[in-house]
């Protein structure tokens, strides 16, 4: 992936050096479907960049003053893909949130995809209590599709029975994208 620079922000690949930031988040992940990537310690989170770093689908959202990784994206790689279609979501560190730092990088990577990529459709699965999630997503211009009802189970009840969420499914077309007039071209320079 190409380094996307925004007005605040640099996404980037992940690379050597971005465990501890990773971890800051990781350690105490606030979105059930990141429970099972939660990380033991900085081992693993060093583990984890290695394997980030090698997936071009991963991104990581930098603050452009200071460098620190406060967030991935992902999305455009993977075995998702058929039909020119991608699934993208996010993950900020909570103490970043609320800052329009998470919209900021999912719309320069949704432009980046349509545009540069060609993808013709990009999708966002989000838990149906997962209100940040499903307000970005339709800041960013994408239509509810529909829900499915007990669809996956990320964790437990105490007696060791699977709690099974309600999943959303968002969407959006790259004539849709272009014609909601995408992401400004001056906010993102590739
Ligand atoms: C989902 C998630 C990425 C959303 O992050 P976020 O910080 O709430 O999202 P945004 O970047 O859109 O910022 C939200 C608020 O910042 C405010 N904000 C403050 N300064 C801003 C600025 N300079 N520009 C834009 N917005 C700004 C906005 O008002 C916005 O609130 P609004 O949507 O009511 O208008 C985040 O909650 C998260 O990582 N959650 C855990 C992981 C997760 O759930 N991932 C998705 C799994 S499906």
Redesign the pocket.
Known sequence: MLIIETERLILRPFREGDAADLFAYLRAP??P??LSLKLADLAEAEIEVGKRALDEGRVAICLKGTGQVI?DLFGGAGEDEEDETASV????N?RF????????AARALLDHLFRAKGFRRLY????DH?K??R??CE?LGMRLEGVFVEFVSFTKDAAGNPIYENTMQYAILRREWETLGGCPRDQVRS
Do not use: D
Not at 89 to 92: C, E, V
Not at 97 to 104: L, N, P, T, V
């Open positions: 606030t979105a479907c990141f967030g979501g996010w993950n900020l909570p949130g609320g800052q329009g730092y998470a919209f900021e966002a699965y989000v838990e997962n940040p999630s307000r970005l800041k």
